[in-house]
């Protein structure tokens, strides 16, 4: 528990000290800087590295947290950030070295989930990724091809040769547009316009590509991660595996903070809640406190009369809720499940279950 937090607090850390670094790295190739500064943004380099360089010794001694991802180059980050620059001190001559600092760039990626799950869905859509950047080269090479034909009379310069209208052809296709060079014919100009539209279909196709990416990745963890709380209910156990991706699709989780009121007694009540982890109390007349596994809420999704009781968080409690028409459908398909949650609501009614 106390892990994650920490791990949070050093990731935060070293990415500000990271930045810190290359902050540094850009002030020092401002010209016209007293000495005095100069040698202060030096030392300033150096403690960075030598923050790098403890870094990196936990790494090597601190095994990685349970549940980090294996195969992440997390020490060939931190082995980079160290030795390229000692390198550069040792072996460049000149200002420079403090210019090898900038491989501290790559200190962000390092822990960063977000470029890890961006590393995934290049890696799932990598096929079709691979077929848009090949009509993307396409492209480019057949404009540059046309540019050069259409125009190499006209401003040899700019089109008189292939590589030479390569130029033109990527400033057009990713429509930036510098305006360095414009084709004079009218038939450049058509292939100018042709080229620019083009370009806007190829760059929707990428971003439509890595937008389905994300999507589905995260869906695919949040659906991982249900899973794997869902099979933490007692009471879905028993299910087979279509029934309970069934459950994983209708049930939400959330994490409530310990003193939050769940529900209040006499509100409407269009959910059902599961304890994944954690306690609730129960404000009857005697209270009652219930734990991991157990449910509540179910009261007013049975009878659809108001909350009998107000239910809060004892500790942080991780929930999974489930809405009054997913009960339906679930009461449908798995009748067991439905006749225990009903004959619990009975119990604590104080009713006796009807056979
Ligand atoms: P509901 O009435 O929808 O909202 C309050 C919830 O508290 C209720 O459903 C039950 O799930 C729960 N609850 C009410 N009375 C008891 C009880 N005696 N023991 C355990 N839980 C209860």
């Known amino acids: 528990m106390l892990s994650r937090p920490l791990s949070k607090f050093s990731m935060w850390f070293y990415g500000a000290v990271a930045a810190v670094g290359l902050l540094t790295v850009a002030a020092l190739t401002v010209p016209d800087m007293d000495g005095q500064t100069r040698l202060d943004l030096r030392v300033l380099l150096v403690v960075v590295w030598a923050i790098f360089v403890l870094q990196l010794i936990q790494a090597m001694v601190v095994p990685r947290a349970k549940g980090a991802e294996a195969g992440m180059p997390v020490i060939v980050i931190d082995v980079l950030a160290v030795l390229v620059p000692l390198a550069a001190f040792l072996f460049v ?3 420079d070295q403090s210019l090898y600092c900038a491989v501290w760039l790559l200190k962000p990626l390092r822990d960063s989930i977000f470029f890890r799950l961006l590393g995934r869905v290049v890696k799932n859509e990598a096929h079709n990724l691979i077929g848009v950047t090949t009509i993307f ?3 480019l090479f057949g404009a540059a091809v046309a540019a050069y034909v259409l125009e190499r009379d006209v401003q040899p310069d700019q089109f008189g040769s292939i590589p ?3 130029w033109w052809a990527v400033v057009t296709l990713s429509t930036t547009g510098y305006g360095d060079e414009i084709p004079r014919t009218i ?3 058509v292939l100018a316009g ?3 539209m083009s370009g806007i279909g190829i760059f929707g196709l990428w971003a439509g590509l890595l937008a389905t990416g994300f999507y589905e990745e995260v869906r695919r963890q949040d659906f991982v991660r249900n899973w794997q709380l869902v099979a933490a209910v007692p ?6 595996s279509a029934a309970l991706v069934e459950i994983v699709r209708a ?8 003193g939050t009121i769940i529900c209040r007694q006499g509100e409407s009540g269009d959910q059902m809640y599961f304890i994944v982890e954690g306690r609730v109390s129960v404000a009857t007349p005697n209270p009652v406190e219930l734990g991991a ?3 509540f809420g179910e009261m007013a999704l049975i009878t659809g009369e108001p909350r009998s009781a107000t239910v809060s968080a004892v500790s942080e409690v991780s929930l999974l809720s489930l809405f009054s028409v997913d009960f339906q459908i679930l009461s449908s398909s798995n009748p067991d499940i439905a006749d225990t949650i009903r004959r619990t609501a009975l119990e604590r009614r104080g009713a006796t279950p009807k056979s």
């Not at 009471?235 to 087979?240: A, I, K, N, R």
């Open 93 to 95: 001559s000149g200002g």
């Open 251 to 258: 049930l939400r989780p959330r994490i409530v903070p310990a």
């Open 187 to 189: 038939a450049g100009r």
């Open 137 to 139: 080269g396409i492209v």
């Open 293 to 295: 596994g157990s449910f």
């Open 194 to 196: 042709l080229v620019m």
């Open 164 to 166: 030479k209208a390569m």
């Open 235 to 240: 009471l879905f156990q028993t299910l087979g």
